[in-house]
């Protein structure tokens, strides 16, 4: 059985790409997946709190996928990232990975063995024929076209992101 949280409606986002995403995944997560929407966590020593969009986990593999989502137009020109037009910040992946490594961070303090994680991007409201070419994002972007075969895409993804998952000795992970 295949498990979003929350399990009824999102968490309160004005993002009506997440809204999009998290509906596609209530729909299409694969069997024995489980997902989390808008996962928060403090940073230990900063105290400055942190989130990403999605967590998505394989426990049979084990694996973890840190999925940031962007809405709008997003296109790279000339090497930057833009947003509806607007510049981002930060590239989308960045962003990921990020996130990615205050939750490494999290089960180094708990003390948990922790599975294997990567990250990925999702652009639902982009439609395109081919995944982008950039070296480090090919394989990784799951676009609108995607959304309806997640059951599909999401372990394709999985295992680009986490080619090589490594078994944990723990089960609290």
């Not at 990232?81 to 999290?106: D, E």
């Not at 639902?124 to 995944?131: A, G, R, S, Y």
Request: charged share 25%; aromatic share 8%; glycine share 6%.
């Amino acid at each position: 059985m295949s498990t979003i949280w929350p399990k009824s409606l999102p968490r309160h986002t004005d993002s009506e790409a997440e809204k999009k995403v998290y509906k596609a995944l209530k729909m299409g997560l694969p069997k024995g997946w489980h997902a989390w929407h808008s996962l928060r966590l403090r940073d230990r020593k900063t105290g400055q709190p942190t989130e990403t969009d999605f967590v998505i986990v394989d426990p049979s593999r084990p694996s973890i996928l840190i999925l940031e989502v962007k809405g709008g137009f997003v296109e790279v020109t000339g090497g930057q990232w833009y947003q509806n037009n607007h510049l981002m910040k930060q590239q989308p992946l960045n962003q990921a990975q990020g996130f990615c490594s205050k939750l490494i961070q999290r089960f180094k303090h708990k003390e948990i063995s922790r599975p294997t994680i990567g990250c990925a991007v999702c652009f639902p409201d982009v439609l395109f024929e081919k995944n982008p070419s950039e070296d480090n994002l090919r394989g990784l972007v799951i676009g609108e076209m995607d959304l309806p075969y997640l059951e599909k895409v999401l372990p394709n993804v999985m295992a680009k992101a986490v080619p090589k998952p490594q078994p944990t000795s723990n089960e609290r992970w």
